[in-house]
């Protein structure tokens, strides 16, 4: 087995997203080579190479790579990919972007974001918004797998002592080009890394109510904070808060779900939290179904309380 991996970084930094789908390569067995695409992205290597249980880091550094588009990087994956058993990397929005693009070109079937490896041929991954878990056996000779960074714990940054080898970047497909990026501020923990998420749903009723009442909160507990598809649909919270089956998945060890129904789709982002609690006003709510702890009360009154015990 060869596992090749598709680092996702900023050309600075590397992401701790990629390092899940280190040890998901690892359950594979073999060797694990990791691939940087970027420009300018020196630092990003020299991490990548000190990962435990790296073998080699490959870095095509150019300028068609800067913004990481999709369509140049599946260009430099498929020239390299006739080498390796498996092309591997995250499903975060990168990875779910570039990977089924290399899967079409290699004329292979994509497995998507698997949470077990079965053997080396062998995957769970969950469908029916994680209502069931399939196990699917790929016959295709490279396998390309986005791995649920959920499910793997994150590869050691340190411990690895890999070989850093510069390769030729492909010429610039000129198909796509990056015009502009809004990035969203804050000082706050990664939402798909943090450990504890305080969450808000349409029961706080409006954008200000979810910043006065849910922020105090996440200040108290270092939590990130996230939302539902209909706080955000509302606009109380940009989109890139959403946990759910078209948002993020989450896994904290403590998930805090305020005015928040339950919905499946919601429940797929979160259900695998550690703890969970519920604050919602309607016993019934199938919130309380997945809850560790639940409160049924009115949150208005329940969260400056809360706030104010955790001193
Ligand atoms: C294809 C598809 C994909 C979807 N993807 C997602 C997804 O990724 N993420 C997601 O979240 N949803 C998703 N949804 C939407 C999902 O079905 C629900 O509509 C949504 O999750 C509901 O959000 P909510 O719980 O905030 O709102 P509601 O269902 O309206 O629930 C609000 C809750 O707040 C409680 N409440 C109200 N006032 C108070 C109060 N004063 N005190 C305490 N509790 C109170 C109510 O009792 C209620 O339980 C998707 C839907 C579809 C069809």
Same mark, same amino acid.
């Given at each position: ?12 930094? *590397?992401?701790? $997203?990629?390092? @899940?789908?280190?040890?998901? %390569?690892?359950?594979? &067995?073999? #060797?694990?080579?990791?691939? /940087? ?42 020239? *390299?990919?006739? $080498?390796?058993? @498996?092309?591997?990397?995250? %499903?975060?929005?990168? &990875?779910? #972007?570039?990977?089924?693009? /290399? ?45 649920? $960074? ?162």
């Amino acid at each position: 087995m060869s596992v090749l991996i598709i680092v996702e970084h900023d050309n600075q930094s *590397l992401k701790s $997203a990629t390092l @899940h789908a280190v040890t998901a %390569a690892r359950e594979c &067995g073999g #060797n694990i080579t990791l691939l /940087v695409c970027g420009w300018q992205c020196e630092p990003v290597a020299q991490a990548a190479a000190k990962v435990a249980g790296v073998a080699r880091v490959l870095v095509a550094d150019a300028p068609c790579f800067a913004d990481g588009l999709a369509e140049n990087v599946a260009a430099q994956v498929v020239t *390299l990919a006739g $080498a390796f058993s @498996h092309v591997m990397a995250t %499903a975060t929005a990168t &990875g779910k #972007n570039v990977l089924p693009r /290399v899967a079409a070109l290699l004329d292979v079937a994509q497995v998507s974001e698997i949470t077990r490896v079965v053997d080396a041929h062998t995957f769970e991954r969950p469908i029916y918004a994680g209502n069931v878990i399939a196990t699917v056996r790929s016959s295709d000779p490279i396998k390309v797998i986005s791995v649920r $960074a959920t499910a793997f714990e994150a590869a050691p940054l340190e411990g690895g002592r890999a070989l850093i080898e510069t390769i030729a970047a492909v010429e610039d497909t000129g198909l796509s080009r990056l015009i502009s990026r809004q990035t969203i501020a804050s000082d706050r923990p990664e939402l798909a890394s943090a450990r504890i998420v305080v969450s808000g749903g349409r029961g706080l009723g409006s954008g200000a109510h979810y910043a006065a009442l849910l922020e105090p909160l996440a200040d108290k507990l270092n939590a990130a904070l996230g939302a539902s598809r209909a706080a955000v649909d509302a606009g109380y919270v940009p989109n890139d808060y959403q946990i759910g089956q078209t948002g993020k998945v989450v896994a904290p060890e403590l998930y805090i779900a305020v005015g928040i129904s339950g919905a499946i789709q919601h429940l797929a982002g979160m259900k695998d939290s550690k703890v969970i609690v519920a604050i919602n006003k309607d016993a019934d709510a199938p919130i309380f179904s997945v809850a560790d702890y639940g409160l049924v009360g009115d949150l208005f009154e329940v969260l400056p309380e809360l706030v104010a015990q955790l001193g």
